[in-house]
Structure formats: structure tokens, C-alpha cells
């Protein structure tokens, strides 16, 4: 489903209409939201809408807007969850100590910019703002951050798909596109955890 993304969007705008728009919100929303939903699609969605949008079946600044919205929101709510309850669900077993390390590797090694660079990194996207706020960074500024990483990633991708997707090259091979896209988002955190394991 993940690598077929145009035709799945299709499909649903085709039976539900309308409803494609929240439930791109949720998507996001929930990606970047919830420490439990790593997994949810990020760049591969993002791209896939905009795609979609170039062909006239959503509107792009509908999506553009839904997207940063989402975007946003979610890692406000989720710097919120790392603030108040944090540390406990930091010590559950529904969450892989791994991630936390490694999100915490990358604010030992760039601050607050994390926050940012994180936007465009899978898993690392989830977990930076539960870090950020198990932290305690203040939230004036983490939400700059936010404002900038989310208006940032979801512009990129979305308008990304929305000028490119549709050439012949990306529409006729869009599953491998869409791998491509994917595999390059987690080249940062390949090299983060190679590095590591050289140190150790």
C-alpha cells in the first residue's frame, strides 16, 4: 500500500470524495503526533499527494495547508505527551529504547536545530519533539523550530510531487519512486548508527 500510494489516494478520493483531506491530516498528524506510529508514511504520502494534486483530483494548496497544519500540530502534541508523561511511557515497553537513544544522540550532537533536521529523517521525525519535551526545552522555543521544520518538509515534498511526479520517468516507475524517496530519508540515520557502533 505504501509504495502504491497514487493509486491507493485515487482510490479513496474516488469512494469518499472530500474525506481524502482529513484523512491526510490524521495521517500526518498522527506520524509526527505519537510516539507509537513511526511506521505511519511521511515523505512517501506527502510526495504521493502532491502528485495526485498535479493531476487535478485534490487541490494543491488544500493539501499544502492540511500538510503543514498536521505537520505542526503533531509535534506539538507530541512535545506536550514527552513534557507531562514522558519519562513513564519512556520507561514502557511500547517504545523501543533504540529510537530514544538515537533521537537523543542527535540533540547531543545539533541542539534545537534537531528539531528541524528531524523533520526529514523517519522514526528520528517521531521521536524528536517526545525528546525535546522529556527535555524540558522551553516551548518558545521549540515551536520556532516546529514552525520551520514542518513549513520546510511538507513544502519540499508536497510541492516536490506536485512539479515532478507527474513526468513520465517518475509516473511510469511511481513504486520505485517512491522506495527511492524512502531509502534516501533514511541514508542520515544509516550513517548516525554506523558511526555509533565504530565509537562503541
Do not use: C
Not at 516551548?139 to 515534498?157: A, D, E, P, R
Not at 508536497?158 to 522506495?179: Q, R, V
Request: aromatic share 14%; net charge positive; glycine share 8%.
Amino acid at each position: 500500500m505504501f509504495v502504491n500510494l497514487d493509486k491507493t489516494i485515487i482510490t479513496v478520493i474516488q469512494t469518499y470524495g472530500l474525506l481524502v483531506y482529513p484523512l491526510l491530516f490524521a495521517v500526518i498528524f498522527l506520524e509526527t503526533g505519537l510516539v507509537i506510529a513511526p511506521f505511519l508514511p511521511g515523505d512517501s504520502l506527502l510526495f504521493a499527494a502532491g502528485t495526485i494534486a498535479s493531476r487535478g483530483l485534490v487541490n494543491i494548496w488544500i493539501i499544502w495547508l492540511i500538510a503543514v497544519s498536521a505537520a505542526i500540530l503533531g509535534d506539538s502534541v507530541n512535545y506536550l505527551i514527552g513534557k507531562i508523561v514522558g519519562n513513564k511511557i519512556a520507561k514502557s515497553r511500547f517504545i523501543k529504547k533504540e529510537y530514544l537513544e538515537r533521537t537523543q544522540h542527535f540533540y547531543d550532537k545539533y541542539g534545537g536545530k534537531t528539531i528541524i533536521i528531524a523533520r526529514f529523517i523517519p522514526i528520528i521525525r517521531t521521536f524528536a519533539p517526545f525528546v525535546a519535551g522529556i527535555g524540558k526545552m522551553e516551548y518558545k522555543k521549540f515551536i520556532g523550530f516546529n514552525i520551520v521544520g514542518g513549513l520546510m518538509w511538507t513544502s519540499l515534498l508536497t510541492f516536490a510531487g506536485f512539479f515532478f511526479g507527474n513526468l513520465p520517468l517518475i509516473k511510469e516507475n511511481f513504486s520505485i519512486a517512491i522506495i527511492a524517496i524512502i531509502f534516501i530519508s533514511l541514508i542520515p540515520l544509516a550513517v548516525e548508527i554506523i558511526k555509533n557502533r565504530k565509537k562503541k
